[in-house]
């Protein structure tokens, strides 16, 4: 696939993330992007379920409904891997879906593994129906594809997750409000119940709770939601058994996946479990109701008929419900005791502890009684609260509209509701709910008000920091630059959860660098950091001891002897003090189990201190934090993978063309008359030159390897100078196709380097050619070999345009290239160095580049390091022999040789090459002629292709078993096919072939490998 139309899909699969789509419309598009990327014949997302790890396909394409409908175990060998990996129908490790595969046709997968955090989450598929084959750069766009994907499709839920909250809070608020307006005993369970069925997935749910007659004798109600009443109404009130007896103790939540495998089910007579005809229950949640005063009102119970449905959140939502509940059903008796009975009521209320206090006010709002609990709760005297002087303890933000509240409330004669914010007497500030009803006379007219008002800060607390957390998590997700949206969160931590933060950021070496301090006085903010700079803060404290434990740290109250042993001079502690520091909170930040950076805040000049809650919530800010660091790291390694990919093709390009020169320059120069010397060495080089463009070709995965840092080297003793001459034979026809002489000058012969001869070939061309592109024609080359005292030398020195002082220092740098004009006059991609200075620093060596400025030439310099070795086991490089004489080949007269191949040219070489050594050749160009001949020959060896349109060398060598089953001796056949990888080796060894060669085979290397087969040696 052309690089730019791979990129348009990365850039498509990259836009998936900036946008709020569903997780089903994300997969759906991704699938779409991959069959513009990769050619196959079907495709399919597998996802792995994290409860029970059985796979299943979630989207697909081209494969029938029987197929996509497959579900598959956990497997942890074989198909779970880092890497894009190829798996053939016929391996191993594809046995368990073999009959599936064939009756869909599959013959190939390539598997493109989707982690996250390490773990295994999904895999994307694809199906081929032919035996084609899957190249590197497939493997590596899939791989790049893949991050992208899981990027994509991580962003969609955790979208989705932060709807489903934000629908969630947003229901738990209008509900609480429902429930606060309702003073029917009856009609509010309901709510109750209703709203926490719905919330909490269940199938059905039940509140039962407790009533008082008159006589104060109690019985229980109960309220269903979810199934008709009839379904509980034959069945007796529940007993307080083993599963019940938390409940209607009031001691504890009940959460179950499968209630039938819990130990308290079935302990109880006459059922021993579930009564029959009751509904099905298997997941089971039941919480209590318990007012302030601890008395159980009831509980709230649910169930469903599948196993797992509630999870810890919807635990969470009933609790707050049944806490909302609790304070609902105690203000709605206390109103209905009050209609029975005024001076009853307000006998009882007056007695209510803290934190609920219960008023009482004349008809015209003007409060009259005293009342203790609100002297307990405000630390106001009667004379200080009456009247209007309750006002004075409320928030001065609050006031007005509470002041409305109250004046809309007894004009109408109506229910007075309003939240505001109340002084304690410690002076510090909590939510309070004031709720008020009118007393009527029997003429329906008020005759006064009374009301209570509750203390809420901890609901209160609990509803803005949902609020709070889903804001940062909606900033977190805006970008994938985390510096940026961490400093977008700082600014948020102001004021709700701190006077001052910062976020410090753990680099390479382990080092804290802050990247933020907020506060939201610029004076302030100023003085904290010159204050920071003058005396860095103790390595072994703070958030230094947080980035290296990994633990949160909380200081409720910072004291002056803290503050005082915390300095370092008295200069110090006068500037500590001038902060006003009073509390002290720090949490981790950690990605992929380590700690990438910390959070720190503190409580100032507003007097308020952390608690546990608050340390939760940093922690989980702190999670959300480093979900939106991990995913940009992904895009980071999506986006480094795309490059790389880039790379990787733009070299494999660079190095084929080198050894095509030579191959291209001497064909041309054999159509003209050459002396017979010249023929001769025009023939040796383009067979040279063909060697090494099939070496390279074979040396793709290393070049990829290259590119990843994971490039092995196959290193022997080496004469340099030989090395360089070898060179000099590929280039020299693009040298002279410009007039450019070479000369060499070496002055160290015979000199020996430890290398691998490929590579370092590769150094060579790549400084020779690339001195060819810059030198105008009728300049000089000169090639220099020298030995100092720990290192072989050799310079390249051109009379070309030089190099600027400017660009001098980024010459070895990829994709660099002087100006935007010597790319288009030269070509190139600027790879050509960048992969010099690679594989040199990987012999040990270094390189440098010199020049005097624009038109004074460029030399290039190449030091390897030397050690002792033997001169008798010293190569030039690899093996190059001369095109051998037909008395070199093998002799094979009389033998006959059956050759299978579908491509003509194959099958002529072959012949060839067969009948020069004197063997009688049959050629079949497919498995059906093949076997056909084989029956009519009876050849004395068989040389097989493996991909053939009509059935591959596998089916052929069967059939040909077949026929000679009851031979003494197999018939030797060869595998000889471009399938090069080790796996193809193996499969063809055990499928029963005596040898395997890779396409393009050398014809010696060929003929003796026949010799061998057909004589037993």
């Not at 007659?213 to 058994?241: C, Q, W």
């Not at 009118?438 to 920091?465: F, L, S």
């Not at 490059?643 to 070299?651: C, I, Q």
């Not at 086991?873 to 059956?898: F, W």
Request: hydrophobic content about 40%.
């Amino acid at each position: 696939m052309p690089v730019h139309d791979a990129l348009a899909v990365f850039e498509a699969a990259s836009r998936l993330l900036l946008g709020d789509r569903p997780t089903e419309e994300v997969v759906s598009e991704l699938l779409g992007l991959l069959r513009r990327l990769i050619a196959a014949d079907a495709y399919a997302l597998w996802r792995r379920d994290p409860t029970t790890h059985q796979w299943s396909m979630i989207e697909a394409a081209g494969v029938s409904r029987e197929f996509a409908s497959a579900v598959l175990p956990d497997s942890r060998a074989g198909w779970l891997s880092d890497d894009p990996f190829v798996i053939d129908r016929d391996d191993p490790i594809a046995e368990t879906r073999r009959a599936a595969y064939d009756a869909e046709g599959i013959r190939k997968l390539m598997v493109l593994p989707m982690r996250i955090g390490g773990e295994p989450s999904a895999s994307l598929v694809c199906y081929f129906r032919d035996d084609r084959e899957v190249s590197a750069e497939d493997l590596a766009a899939g791989r790049t594809f893949a991050n992208l994907s899981v990027v994509a499709i991580a962003g969609a839920q955790a979208n989705a997750q932060l709807r489903e909250r934000t629908r969630t809070l947003e229901e738990l608020n209008e509900v609480s409000r429902a429930m606060s307006a309702e003073l029917d005993l009856h009609r509010l369970v309901q709510i109750v119940t209703d709203a926490a069925t719905r919330l909490s997935a269940a199938q059905f749910g039940a509140f039962f709770y407790n009533v008082k007659k008159d006589a104060h004798e109690s019985y229980m109600l109960y309220t269903i939601s979810g199934v008709p009443r009839e379904a509980f109404s034959k069945f007796p009130m529940p007993r307080n058994t083993a599963v019940f007896d938390a409940t209607f103790s009031g001691t504890g939540n009940v959460r179950v996946a499968d209630i039938r495998q819990d130990p308290r089910y079935g302990k109880n007579d006459p059922h021993f479990g579930m009564p029959k005809g009751h509904l099905p229950v298997v997941s089971y949640l039941a919480v209590p109701v318990v007012s302030r005063s601890g008395e159980v009102l009831g509980g709230l119970f649910f169930g469903h008929r599948e196993p797992g449905i509630f999870t810890e959140e919807a635990e969470v939502i009933v609790t707050s419900l049944a806490a909302h509940a609790s304070v609902a059903i105690d203000n709605a008796r206390l109103y209905a005791e009050a209609r029975g009975n005024e001076r009853r009521y307000r006998s009882l209320v007056l007695a209510v502890p803290v934190p609920m206090s219960v008023w009482s006010a004349s008809v015209d709002g003007a409060v009259n009684q005293r009342s203790a609990s609100w002297e307990e709760l405000t630390g106001q005297t009667f004379a200080e609260m009456q009247g209007n002087g309750w006002l004075d303890v409320v928030h001065p933000d609050d006031r007005q509209a509470t002041i409305d509240a109250w004046h809309a409330a007894t004009q109408r004669g109506d229910f007075y509701d309003v939240e505001y914010r109340l002084r304690r007497p410690d002076g510090t500030w909590r939510w309070i709910a004031a709720r008020g009803v009118p007393v009527r006379n029997e003429a329906g007219e008020v005759q006064e008000w009374i009301g209570t008002a509750t203390d809420i800060d901890e609901r209160k607390n609990a509803q803005e920091r949902l609020e709070f957390l889903a804001h940062a998590s909606e900033i977190l997700s805006t970008s994938l630059d985390y510096n940026r949206t961490l400093r977008g969160i700082a600014q948020q931590i102001i004021p709700r959860l701190a006077d001052w933060c910062a976020i410090d950021m753990a680099d390479d070496e382990g080092n804290l660098r802050r990247l933020v301090t907020a506060h939201p006085d610029p004076v302030r903010l100023a003085f904290a950091e010159e204050l920071q700079k003058k005396f860095p803060e103790d390595r072994e404290a703070g958030a230094w001891k947080v980035l290296r434990t990994g633990k949160s740290e909380l200081i409720p109250d910072i004291s002056d002897a803290m503050v005082a042993a915390t300095a370092r001079s008295e200069e110090h502690l006068h500037l500590l003090r001038e902060l006003r520091l009073r509390s002290y909170l720090c949490v981790p930040i950690k990605v992929r189990g380590a700690v990438a950076g910390v959070i720190t805040m503190i409580y100032a000049e507003s007097g308020r201190r952390y608690t546990p809650a608050d340390m939760q919530l940093g922690e989980e800010l702190a999670r959300r934090a480093s979900h939106a660091i991990e995913n940009a790291r992904l895009y980071d390694e999506a986006l480094a993978a795309s490059r790389a990919k880039d790379e990787f093709l733009a070299t494999l390009s660079h190095e084929l063309r080198t050894p095509m020169t030579a191959i291209l320059g001497w064909s041309s120069l054999l159509g003209e008359e050459l002396d017979a010397e010249t023929r001769a060495t025009a023939v040796e080089t383009i067979r040279r030159s063909s060697q090494t463009q099939a070496q390279l070709i074979d040396d793709v995965l290393d070049v990829s390897r290259m590119v990843t840092g994971k490039l092995q080297l196959h290193v022997a003793p080496l004469n340099l100078g030989g090395l360089v001459r070898d060179v000099l034979l590929s280039v020299r026809p693009a040298a002279d196709a410009r007039s450019l002489r070479i000369d060499v000058l070496d002055r160290a012969p015979n000199l020996v380097v430890h290398g691998d001869a490929t590579r370092l070939q590769q150094i060579l061309w790549n400084l020779l050619t690339n001195a060819i592109k810059f030198t105008p024609p009728g300049g000089r080359i000169e090639v220099e070999i020298q030995r100092t005292a720990a290192a072989a030398c050799v310079q390249v020195r051109d009379s070309g345009q030089g190099i600027t002082e400017e660009f001098l220092p980024y010459v070895f740098d990829p994709f660099r290239q002087a100006d935007e004009g010597s790319t288009r006059v030269y070509g190139g991609l600027g790879l050509g160095l960048a992969i010099v200075r690679y594989l040199v620093e990987a012999h040990g060596g270094v390189v440098r580049a010199d020049s005097a400025g624009p038109g004074k030439g460029a030399t290039f310099t190449v030091e390897l390091p030397l050690r002792a070795s033997r001169t008798d086991n010293v190569r030039t490089a690899p093996p190059r022999a001369a095109t051998p004489a037909v008395s070199e080949y093998p002799d094979l007269a009389g033998r006959r040789i059956l050759v299978v191949d579908d491509q003509p040219d194959a099958r002529e070489v072959i012949r060839t090459v067969l009948e020069r050594c004197g063997a009688v050749v049959t050629m079949a160009e497919s498995a059906t002629a093949g076997a056909t001949a084989f029956a009519e020959t009876h050849p004395d060896l068989v040389i097989s292709d493996i991909a053939m349109p009509d059935g591959d060398g596998y089916q052929l060598l069967n059939r040909i078993r077949s026929m000679e089953r009851d031979a003494p001796t197999p018939t030797p056949a060869i595998a000889l096919t471009a399938f090069g990888r080790t796996q193809d080796r193996d499969a063809a060894m055990r499928a029963g072939f005596a040898d395997f060669l890779k396409k393009p085979v050398e014809p010696r290397q060929l003929a003796e490998t026949v010799r061998r087969l057909v004589n037993g040696t």
